[in-house]
């Protein structure tokens, strides 16, 4: 199982991105795939999550509104729309995947299988 997830860059505040993460080594179904993120000298911190199988999703407080998270599963891909950009949305920001999950998923980052490398998110205000 790989995740590669890009997009990231250098932003102004207000502004947008949008990050991807292709998954390979395995066919999407029952899995939830998460982004997570890390900002310099803090812990890392849950974003967004979508069940692949039923689109169901789930954000964390601090990006319901401004971040949308899909996917294509004729792609295996998973996106992280990211609008209004805000200085303390710099990090770096990882996707990863719970295998075999039926349930809403998890927005601990114990319960994920796989994570992809990260892709740098600066904005700059």
């Known amino acids: 199982v790989q995740l590669q997830a890009s997009g990231g860059g250098l932003v102004q505040a207000g502004g947008s991105l949008r990050l991807s993460c292709a998954a390979s080594?395995?066919?999407?179904?029952?899995?939830?795939m998460g982004w997570f993120r890390q900002a310099p000298g803090k812990e890392r911190e849950f974003v967004a999550i979508i069940n692949v199988n039923s689109g169901h999703t789930y954000y964390a407080d601090s990006v319901k509104v401004r971040f949308t998270i899909s996917r294509d599963n004729a792609k295996n891909t998973v996106y992280l729309q990211m609008m209004d950009l805000e200085s303390d949305d710099t990090a770096v920001y990882y996707c990863?995947?719970?295998?075999?999950?039926?349930?809403?998923?998890?927005?601990?980052?114990?319960?994920?299988?796989?994570w992809g490398q990260g892709t740098e998110v600066t904005v700059s205000s």
């Open positions: 990863a995947v719970d295998r075999h999950q039926y349930g809403l998923g998890s927005t601990s980052g114990a319960s994920y299988d796989y």
């Open positions: 080594g395995f066919t999407f179904g029952q899995d939830v």
